[in-house]
């Protein structure tokens, strides 16, 4: 026996909930809680996710490749157009990487050149390839026909107006009669106000994202600025966008327009309204799963992204009168292991490893609560330190392990084993949540030794409070030393390669200097001379070396 169906195609046993879906209200209803989901779940992966420190990673690398870094940008954006897929995620990014006037200088320039080139395209070389894929959109020959009758005024229209998809668009004009030059002009001029929009929502988000990124933030009225702009431009664009197609209506007409059998209408028209409310809804699931599933694994996915961006904050006052902790156990061990350039002696470290495992025992039992701000930023450099040498001490030799990376990754970084004060964190805990995030320090980069040799090297003696900054500032200088491992500078060129660190970290050094070139310059004169006379820098990373920072690898 078959199975009874409506008029509509549909089971007699869907009707009533397709009914249900079709109702405004009810569509209405899971239209929004869908997009609540969907913000919300993009704003969970967003906090997941280093978004700014990547970011400050790919706006470095297109700062090194000097001008170069926008030319590719452009060019990348020109070949997604001309391949009709979505660029509006390139506009936005742009925004971000380049800012409001530059980015919309650069998407404007690109989007106009892959205008023109599909213009001349379609016109030229595959006008018959085109002409079939565009006769697939019922518009066309209504567009056709307005377009030569209006000319480059239609274009406007049609670019103001999503009527017919962007890139669609640039092949199809390469069709009608409208010569190249109006053509272009009209949609570089009608393209702009959705370009700005778009560059504004990625300028917004990335000033959002960095909030603090600045000494000093935002004020509450640059921030009323930021946002009543941004509303305003929302408004203005729907505005002329809503002008736009009715004008482009009254050119047309509806009835060249529409194309399908007046039969089928009235099914399409119910489709049209039930399929995009369903579709919403199957996205809005499916995103809030996926972020349900990302906290789960939020360790994991942090580390697909390198060290997670953090707000350099100073959270301890200082205490001229606090407790202290003495150092000097550790200090006589460093000074009898470690060599000049910051190399270890396992071997005899191994062999000496009770002073180690009783410093690392009286870290344990230090009162960190009543400590000052530079004896905790000492303690807990020096702990990291210590620990990162007996984990090494542990387990060189076993199991082939010839350095840190060797080491099994639960074991490793994130392994919750060293007590500070009674309290148990990982090494990336110590390092992320408890210096970075609470003390304002960039410095601490080339302190912390994670025992290979593309760290900053290790010094032959502890960290004290007494002379914190002396011995920071002395580790700054080590690493800014032009040939070293850590910097080269060709002044000419004016490029400077820099030790990867840089590039990890590049947002802890933004938010105190600015930019990573303006941190270089703090310890490096030439560049500070360069950047000085307005010399823009090509900035390159240095191959990082993963191999044991040992004797043996550093003489």
Same mark, same amino acid.
């Given at each position: 026996?078959?199975?009874?169906?409506?008029?509509?195609?549909?089971?007699?046993?869907?009707?009533?909930?397709?009914?249900?879906?079709?109702?405004?209200?009810?569509?209405?209803?899971?239209?929004?809680?869908?997009?609540?989901?969907?913000?919300?779940?993009?704003?969970?992966?967003?906090?997941?996710?280093?978004?700014?420190?990547?970011?400050?990673?790919?706006?470095?690398?297109?700062?090194?490749?000097?001008?170069?870094?926008?030319?590719?940008?452009?060019?990348?954006?020109?070949?997604?157009?001309?391949?009709?897929?979505?660029?509006?995620?390139?506009?936005?990014?742009?925004?971000?990487?380049?800012?409001?006037?530059?980015?919309?200088?650069?998407?404007?320039?690109?989007?106009?050149?892959?205008?023109?080139?599909?213009?001349?395209?379609?016109?030229?070389?595959?006008?018959?390839?085109?002409?079939?894929?565009?006769?697939?959109?019922?518009?066309?020959?209504?567009?056709?026909?307005?377009?030569?009758?209006?000319?480059?005024?239609?274009?406007? =229209?049609?670019?103001?107006?999503?009527?017919?998809?962007?890139?669609?668009?640039?092949?199809?004009?390469?069709?009608?009669?409208?010569?190249?030059?109006?053509?272009?002009?009209?949609?570089?001029?009608?393209?702009?106000?959705?370009?700005? =929009?778009?560059?504004?929502?990625?300028?917004?988000?990335?000033?959002?994202?960095?909030?603090?990124?600045?000494?000093?933030?935002?004020?509450?009225?640059?921030?009323?600025?930021?946002?009543?702009?941004?509303?305003?431009?929302?408004?203005?664009?729907?505005?002329?966008?809503? =002008?736009?197609?009715?004008?482009?209506?009254?050119?047309?007409?509806?009835?060249?327009?529409?194309?399908?059998?007046?039969?089928?209408?009235?099914?399409?028209?119910?489709?049209?309204?039930?399929?995009?409310?369903?579709?919403?809804?199957?996205?809005?699931?499916?995103?809030?799963?996926?972020?349900?599933?990302?906290?789960?694994?939020?360790?994991?996915?942090?580390?697909?992204?390198?060290?997670?961006?953090?707000?350099?904050?100073?959270?301890?006052?200082?205490?001229?009168?606090?407790?202290?902790?003495?150092?000097?156990?550790?200090?006589?061990?460093?000074?009898?292991?470690?060599?000049?350039?910051?190399?270890?002696?396992?071997?005899?470290?191994?062999?000496?490893?009770?002073?180690?495992?009783?410093?690392?025992?009286?870290?344990?039992?230090?009162?960190?609560?009543?400590?000052?701000?530079?004896?905790?930023?000492?303690?807990?450099?020096?702990?990291?330190?210590?620990?990162?040498?007996?984990?090494?001490?542990?387990?060189?030799?076993?199991?082939?392990?010839?350095?840190?990376?060797?080491?099994?990754?639960?074991?490793?970084?994130?392994?919750?084993?060293?007590?500070?004060?009674?309290?148990?964190?990982?090494?990336?805990?110590?390092?992320?949540?408890?210096?970075?995030?609470?003390?304002?320090?960039?410095?601490?980069?080339?302190?912390?030794?994670?025992?290979?040799?593309?760290?900053?090297?290790?010094?032959?003696?502890?960290?004290?409070?007494?002379?914190?900054?002396?011995?920071?500032?002395?580790?700054?200088?080590?690493?800014?030393?032009?040939?070293?491992?850590?910097?080269?500078?060709?002044?000419?060129?004016?490029?400077?390669?820099?030790?990867? =660190?840089?590039?990890?970290?590049?947002?802890?050094?933004?938010?105190?200097?600015?930019?990573?070139?303006?941190?270089?310059?703090?310890?490096?004169?030439?560049?500070?001379?360069?950047?000085?006379?307005?010399?823009?820098?090509?900035?390159?990373?240095?191959?990082?070396?993963?191999?044991?920072?040992?004797?043996?690898?550093?003489?």
């Amino acid at each position: 026996m078959g199975q009874l169906t409506t008029n509509d195609g549909l089971p007699s046993s869907g009707r009533s909930w397709t009914m249900a879906l079709r109702k405004p209200v009810v569509a209405r209803t899971i239209k929004a809680i869908s997009i609540v989901l969907i913000a919300g779940s993009v704003i969970v992966v967003g906090r997941l996710v280093p978004i700014d420190a990547s970011m400050q990673r790919l706006q470095a690398w297109i700062e090194g490749a000097g001008v170069w870094g926008p030319v590719l940008f452009g060019m990348i954006y020109v070949v997604l157009a001309l391949l009709m897929l979505p660029a509006s995620l390139l506009t936005i990014a742009a925004g971000a990487l380049f800012g409001l006037v530059w980015g919309t200088v650069l998407v404007s320039a690109a989007s106009t050149v892959a205008a023109a080139l599909a213009f001349l395209i379609a016109r030229y070389l595959a006008r018959e390839t085109v002409a079939r894929r565009v006769a697939a959109h019922p518009r066309i020959s209504a567009v056709d026909r307005a377009v030569g009758e209006g000319g480059w005024r239609i274009v406007v =229209l049609l670019r103001l107006s999503p009527a017919v998809p962007f890139n669609l668009q640039n092949y199809l004009y390469g069709l009608t009669p409208i010569r190249f030059w109006p053509c272009v002009l009209a949609s570089w001029a009608a393209m702009l106000p959705g370009t700005f =929009l778009y560059v504004y929502l990625g300028h917004a988000g990335r000033a959002g994202l960095a909030a603090t990124g600045d000494a000093g933030g935002r004020s509450p009225a640059e921030w009323a600025m930021l946002v009543v702009g941004l509303i305003a431009t929302v408004i203005v664009t729907i505005y002329v966008t809503r =002008l736009a197609r009715r004008a482009l209506a009254r050119q047309t007409g509806d009835s060249g327009a529409r194309q399908e059998p007046a039969e089928e209408a009235p099914q399409s028209r119910r489709a049209a309204r039930l399929w995009p409310t369903l579709a919403l809804a199957v996205i809005a699931v499916a995103l809030s799963s996926g972020a349900m599933v990302a906290c789960s694994q939020s360790d994991r996915i942090r580390g697909l992204f390198g060290p997670p961006a953090v707000e350099l904050v100073e959270q301890h006052p200082d205490q001229a009168d606090g407790a202290s902790f003495d150092h000097a156990t550790l200090d006589a061990l460093l000074a009898r292991h470690v060599n000049a350039a910051g190399g270890v002696d396992y071997a005899a470290l191994a062999a000496d490893r009770e002073p180690l495992r009783r410093y690392i025992a009286a870290i344990a039992e230090a009162p960190f609560a009543a400590l000052g701000r530079d004896e905790k930023l000492a303690l807990l450099i020096n702990a990291y330190n210590a620990f990162t040498l007996d984990l090494l001490v542990e387990w060189l030799g076993r199991d082939g392990v010839a350095g840190i990376r060797d080491i099994p990754e639960a074991r490793r970084w994130d392994d919750r084993r060293w007590s500070i004060g009674g309290q148990v964190w990982s090494l990336s805990q110590i390092e992320h949540e408890q210096i970075r995030a609470k003390f304002r320090e960039p410095r601490i980069h080339w302190a912390l030794v994670c025992a290979a040799v593309g760290c900053p090297p290790l010094r032959d003696e502890a960290y004290t409070a007494a002379r914190l900054d002396e011995q920071l500032a002395d580790q700054a200088s080590r690493v800014h030393r032009d040939g070293s491992r850590w910097l080269r500078y060709e002044p000419h060129a004016a490029r400077i390669e820099l030790t990867p =660190l840089y590039d990890w970290y590049g947002s802890d050094f933004v938010q105190v200097h600015g930019s990573v070139a303006a941190a270089v310059a703090k310890h490096h004169e030439a560049v500070r001379k360069d950047l000085e006379e307005g010399r823009k820098l090509q900035i390159a990373w240095l191959p990082y070396d993963w191999s044991l920072n040992s004797q043996d690898h550093l003489p």
